[in-house]
């Protein structure tokens, strides 16, 4: 019995011995299996970097240039502004629109013909213009006739920190506050041809039959020296500095078509008529007796009050002023001869233009633009066809 017991276990101990080595030789066959692949792997991506280095080899070098993007005039969105002007602020000019003052010098130049033109009511029906130019190294060589300042331009001036250009100004009395007075209040620096009088800036052009009032000229050459005699602050301070939305592409105002625009200030001041032509994909008015073209059209109602002011000059005769509120409320934008509603407001001090609800910002079409300051209480009106 004990013989038999020894043969079981010495077979058992074959048994095993024989399946270790099975297991060890299945181990080294798994192993030699799983290197095999690993090296083929490694030599296909080896194949495929000698390939890579060969296609990219072939491949000839080509230098890339960045275009950096267009310098945009802020006022009109339109590229190759001048480049050391960014950042800096503009001018707003005071020029007459009397019949005697037309065609004032300067206002249809080809190249440097205002910016932004706005225009409203001074006293008697009559208005007056503001020019804006976003660089004050770039004026035409004259511009006028060049006349006295008004409360309400001074302050649409501030809503694009301008520095402001005139001669001469209204004066505070009789219940009346006038230029002088808004000039200090406010803070805001102005060139007044009566107090600096440099024949660098200011002179007289005699060349038309007219009263010596319609003869004041400023010539641009000699605006950045002025500044610089006065030392005033030239970079722009962008939080009182009104910022249109210029499109990308441009497009029709609005839905309704505008190939005419018609306006009045109010019921006692100018009439204007703007007819659009698609050659250009301007508007153009003659009623400065000269040929005046504008992208951009935008009439703004607001509240006007109309004060007296007696003993005007000593004469003894009284003068009623116009006044503007600046109080925001509705208007028009035309361009590329169609036309929407919009809303306008003052917002942290600045011009902001909103579609008729009052909720998305007014795209303009990039160019020079006018602006009609009609009185919304007083007859003012706008009228497309």
């Known amino acids: 019995m004990k013989k038999k017991t020894k043969i079981l276990i010495s077979v058992l101990v074959i048994l095993l011995l024989a399946g270790a080595a099975t297991g060890l030789g299945l ?8 290197q095999e692949e690993l090296d083929r792997q490694a030599k296909m ?20 240039i960045l275009i950096p993007d267009p310098i945009l005039n802020p006022l009109t969105g339109i590229e190759g502004y001048n480049e ?36 409203g009511e001074v006293e008697g029906g009559i208005t007056r213009t503001l020019w804006f130019y976003a660089d004050y190294t770039a004026l035409p060589d004259q511009i006028g006739p060049i006349r006295s300042a008004r409360p309400p331009f001074i302050r649409f001036s501030e809503l694009f920190d301008a520095i402001f250009i005139h001669w001469g100004m209204s004066a505070t009395g009789g219940g009346y506050v006038g230029a002088d007075s808004v000039f200090w209040e406010d803070g805001v620096d ?4 009566m107090s600096y009088g440099n024949g660098a800036l200011f002179s007289r052009d005699y060349s038309r039959p007219v009263s010596s009032e319609h003869t004041g000229v400023l010539f641009g050459a000699g605006v950045e020296g002025a500044l610089k005699d006065y030392g005033f602050r030239t970079e722009v301070d962008e939080d009182a500095f009104s910022t249109f939305t210029f499109n990308e592409e441009p497009k029709k105002a609005g839905k309704t ?3 005419t625009l018609d306006m009045g200030i109010s019921s006692i001041s100018f009439t204007h008529s703007w007819t659009y ?17 504008r992208k951009n059209l935008l009439v ?6 109309y004060i007296p002011k007696a003993n005007y000059h000593g004469t003894g005769s009284t003068v009623v002023y116009c006044d503007y509120g600046l109080y925001g409320g509705t208007g ?9 509603d919009i809303t306008w407001a003052i917002e942290e001090g600045k011009l902001v233009i909103r579609d008729e609800e009052g909720k998305e910002i007014v795209g303009l079409n990039p160019g020079k633009t006018w602006i009609g300051w009609a009185s919304s209480n007083y007859g003012g009106w706008a009228q497309a066809s």
């Open 27 to 34: 181990k080294a066959y798994h192993d030699r299996l799983v």
């Open 45 to 64: 991506l080896e194949d495929t970097r000698k390939d890579m280095v060969a296609l990219t080899s072939s491949i000839p070098v080509v230098d890339v």
């Open 84 to 119: 050391d002007a960014v950042g800096k602020r503009p001018v707003a000019v005071v020029v007459e629109n009397s019949p005697d003052a037309r065609p004032q010098w300067g206002i249809d130049d080809p190249e440097k013909a205002p910016d932004i033109i706005l225009e």
């Open 190 to 193: 102005h060139i007044n041809e």
């Open 257 to 259: 078509t505008c190939n």
């Open 277 to 293: 032509d698609k050659k250009d994909e301007c508007y153009h008015c003659s009623d400065y007796a000269t040929d005046v073209s």
């Open 300 to 305: 703004l109602f607001d509240s006007t009050g």
């Open 332 to 340: 028009v934008y035309a361009s590329l001869g169609g036309m929407a």
